[in-house]
């Protein structure tokens, strides 16, 4: 099984340089219409464009920028220095949500908001 999350951006270029930066990769695919990273063996992050997704949806959703700026879900990454993945995020035009810190779950964990509004959590063992 290979496991895909894909966010819908407003500007393909733009997020693809963002996540390029922030994750330290180099896209597997970055075609009109898709980019896609390599998370880890079997796991993707995608970014479509708004209007391409639109057009599939159709009518049956809202148009997905009618939700931007909306928390409704966060990508969580475990990683090796957290905050570094944070820094480059604040470089790169992210947003501070809040600080790396030991959070009640046993993470230590800090959130940012990536150029599209998605909540971005970066956490490691505390």
């Not at 970055?30 to 992050?45: D, I, S």
């Not at 920028?65 to 604040?90: F, M």
């Not at 949500?97 to 959070?103: A, D, F, M, V, Y």
């Amino acid at each position: 099984m290979q496991t895909q999350f894909i966010l819908y951006v407003a500007n393909q270029e733009k997020s693809t340089l963002f996540y390029a930066n922030l994750l330290n990769l180099q896209p597997v695919l970055h075609v009109p219409g898709m980019t896609e990273f390599l998370l880890a063996e079997h796991t993707k992050l995608g970014l479509m464009p708004e209007n391409g997704i639109a057009k599939i949806l159709g009518a049956a959703t809202p148009h997905p920028n009618s939700g931007n700026g909306i928390p409704r879900c966060e990508l969580y990454l475990k990683v090796k220095e957290a905050q570094q993945y944070i820094n480059r995020g604040l470089e790169t035009g992210a947003v501070l949500i809040s600080p790396l810190q030991n959070r009640d779950w046993g993470d230590k964990a800090g959130y940012i908001i990536d150029v599209d509004g998605h909540v971005l959590a970066f956490a490691e063992a505390s």
